[in-house]
């Protein structure tokens, strides 16, 4: 697609472009299937023609700032870059089911060790207003190496046909206004992708969440975190009166990592109960500078001495 085809709709700033199935963008990337989309970009499952293999293609709304390489459309300039292709989130491999505890541990040592290089590369990888993007949904598993083989019409034989849905077109009126009713009063740093990762490891080794925000205000989400953690700093403290009624660390950790496991018949011994916790209350720490570092947490003693092990003979795994 070319800015200079007639297209009927009008200019809209940050709208996304229409691409369809058997496109091809730079003469490279053949555009195979939609792979979803988000708040500002839609992402493509496209056949790298360069390197002969699939890849993600995230194109971003019009007039996002540079990546890799751009298109034009109708609505302006839209920026895209490529990644490496994935499977489904771990969200949706765990939702009614636990993860067999040395997988548990290989993927909570892996998800720490890439934290560890974004924040090497000098990026926080944060997220919107009120929320860290370190979470199942947006934690990926691994393409087996076998299916970048798989030519266009054998990845449909496998997989079935892209489904396909009418287009219609933007009917011209103003949209809605879509702006945050809060800002935070600093940027995020470093230790906001601590605590998040220190949940989303909680939510791999465990079968229920240690905080929840489902059907809670504001008020009931931070009584969760003081009744998990204990009491806030005292400058913090003086400032909130709510609270809530949940379980503090230890017997959350029963609740929903110990027992699940029982009943599946494994269980998590007292020595690595005891580093686990030691290791996730060091990075649930109220006070962002007092958190561990993504190195720190890497060389925690559960994750050297639990994690690691499991992770490294998930390498040596030949069906991973």
Not at 234 to 257: I, K, N
Request: net charge neutral; proline share 7%.
């Amino acid at each position: 697609m070319t800015e200079d085809e007639p297209i009927a709709y009008s200019w809209i700033r940050g709208a996304i472009i229409l691409l369809l199935i058997g496109d091809v963008l730079h003469k490279r990337y053949l555009i195979v299937d939609k792979l979803g989309s988000g708040g500002y970009s839609t992402v493509w499952l496209a056949r790298d023609n360069h390197l002969a293999k699939y890849v993600a293609l995230k194109v971003c709304s019009a007039d996002t700032p540079p990546r890799e390489t751009k298109i034009r459309g109708p609505n302006g300039t839209h920026t895209c870059y490529t990644v490496t292709l994935a499977q489904c989130n771990l969200r949706k491999i765990s939702y009614s089911r636990m993860f067999p505890l040395d997988v548990a541990r290989a993927l909570s040592y892996g998800l720490a060790r890439a934290v560890v290089h974004v924040h090497a590369e000098g990026y926080v990888h944060g997220g919107s207003v009120g929320r860290i993007d370190i979470y199942l949904n947006n934690i990926l598993a691994r393409l087996p190496s076998k299916a970048y083989d798989l030519s266009v019409e054998d990845l449909y034989k496998e997989f079935g046909n892209p489904e396909t849905v009418a287009v219609t077109r933007v009917d011209g009126k103003p949209l809605p206004p879509n702006v945050p009713s809060k800002a935070p009063d600093t940027p995020l740093s470093y230790p906001a992708d601590i605590w998040s990762l220190a949940t989303a490891i909680w939510d791999i080794m465990g079968m229920k969440v240690i905080f929840t925000n489902a059907y809670a205000d504001e008020e009931e989400v931070v009584a969760n975190w003081v009744d998990v953690l204990g009491p806030f700093p005292p400058d913090w403290w003086a400032r909130w009166e709510g609270r809530g009624r949940w379980e503090p660390l230890e017997e959350a950790f029963d609740t929903c990592l110990q027992s699940p496991r029982r009943r599946w018949g494994g269980e998590i011994s007292k020595e690595e109960q005891v580093a686990f916790l030691r290791m996730i209350r060091q990075m649930l720490v109220y006070r962002p500078e007092e958190r561990l570092s993504a190195k720190q947490v890497m060389e925690s003693e559960w994750k050297v001495k639990w994690a690691y092990p499991d992770y490294k003979q998930s390498l040596q795994d030949p069906t991973s």
